[in-house]
């Protein structure tokens, strides 16, 4: 089956542009995931989509960051205006959901804020 | 609030030793919990998988083991190869969310 597919692989910005990562989940997996990976740390779960729902947002820094789902299937994650510490990979993974929570992770896409 | 620790961030072993690699977290209430594998300016693979009602999972030389009245998992890797070099980490997961921690960046010299 196909993987996680997510462009582009890397970004530079200057600080105050906007950037955006889009993610297609593996096909038929209800539930997708952004996160956000800083360097030397682990990945910290910025939103959680369950088919087109958010189920959890909690962590994603609202008054930048913007993340949607249509459809249910493909998702976009959005940064506007970027931030230095904004730099870090930002990561997709989907799983099948429900009891089945296997997680399988795209590449990443690398930002660099400038 | 769910807390998962990682603890060495970093090891450096020769060829052939085995490895042990740990992860504390800090709620037993968990559903699984998932070993995965970064190598650098890559995502993560996904290693092992150990739901709440087992103790232990193997593939090939990977071997993890979960002790929920401890909030430990444990993964060994036997005879390491410089092939296995990477950083590990482990999620636990509860209620479809995962909690990661820092990982255990692992360098095995020829």
């Known amino acids: 089956e196909a993987g996680v597919a997510q462009s582009p692989r890397y970004k530079i910005i200057e600080k105050r542009q906007s950037v955006a990562f889009w993610c297609n989940p593996i096909?038929?997996?209800?539930?997708l995931y952004w996160y956000q990976q800083i360097l030397g740390q682990g990945p910290k779960l910025l939103i959680q989509?369950?088919?087109?729902?958010?189920?959890?947002d909690s962590q994603l820094p609202k008054d930048r960051f913007s993340a949607e789902r249509l459809k249910g299937v493909d998702s976009t994650l959005k940064i506007q205006p970027a931030k230095l510490e904004d730099s870090a990979v930002y990561l997709c993974?989907?799983?099948?959901?429900?009891?089945?929570?296997?997680?399988?992770f795209g590449a990443g896409s690398r930002l660099t804020v400038l | 609030k769910q807390e998962v620790t990682q603890i060495p961030a970093a090891l450096s072993v020769p060829e052939g030793e085995n490895l042990v690699l740990n992860c504390s977290f800090t709620?037993?209430?968990?559903?699984?919990l998932q070993w995965f594998r970064q190598d650098p300016g890559k995502g993560l693979t996904s290693l092992l998988l150990?739901?709440?009602?087992?103790r232990e999972q193997t593939s090939g030389r990977l071997n993890a083991s979960l002790d929920k009245s401890s909030g430990r998992s444990t993964l060994y890797i036997a005879a390491s190869q410089p092939g296995d070099s990477a950083t590990y980490l482990c999620?636990?997961?509860?209620?479809?969310?995962?909690?990661f921690g820092a990982g255990t960046q692992v360098v095995v010299t020829p």
């Open positions: 993974a989907s799983s099948l959901g429900g009891g089945q929570v296997v997680l399988t």
């Open positions: 096909s038929g997996h209800a539930t």
């Open positions: 989509f369950q088919n087109n729902g958010v189920v959890d």
């Open positions: 709620d037993s209430a968990i559903y699984n």
């Open positions: 150990i739901q709440s009602s087992q």
């Open positions: 999620a636990a997961s509860s209620w479809g969310k995962f909690q």
